[in-house]
């Protein structure tokens, strides 16, 4: 059973960065792909980012890129989201997924979640 620990999250100023993780274990980390969602108050869950198993393809939702960056590290068997430039529109709770066969921007797609890490921007 896959299981993620997200650490991470907190409260900064708009314009200011901030990096997120999620420690993966309990299956081969190199067979899952990863992803990271978002959850606003009162909103559904969307699709924020997705990186392969492999590390070299990954994926973004419009309103992310160009700011933000996901990585994963095999070696800790953790996925990465750099936040930069952020902006009081991108509060909300963060979840990392992870699944065994493809990524998608639905949740359906997505097996595991973490529990998600609070990051609120104020201006």
């Known amino acids: 059973q896959v299981h993620l620990g997200q650490s991470g999250g907190g409260l900064v100023q708009t314009g200011d960065s901030l990096k997120l993780a999620c420690v993966f274990s309990?299956?081969?980390?190199?067979?899952?792909?990863l992803g990271w969602f978002r959850q606003a108050p009162g909103k559904e869950r969307d699709f924020v980012a997705a990186?392969?198993?492999?590390?070299?393809?990954?994926e973004y939702a419009d309103s992310v890129r160009g700011r933000f960056t996901i990585s994963r590290d095999e070696t800790s068997s953790t996925v990465h989201l750099q936040m930069k430039n952020l902006q009081p529109e991108s509060t909300a709770f963060y979840y990392c997924?992870?699944?065994?066969?493809?990524?998608?921007?639905?949740?359906?797609?997505?097996?595991?979640w973490g529990r998600g890490a609070q990051v609120a921007v104020f201006s």
């Open positions: 309990g299956r081969a980390f190199g067979n899952y792909v």
């Open positions: 997924a992870a699944d065994d066969t493809y990524y998608s921007a639905s949740t359906r797609t997505w097996d595991s």
């Open positions: 990186i392969s198993r492999s590390g070299g393809a990954t």
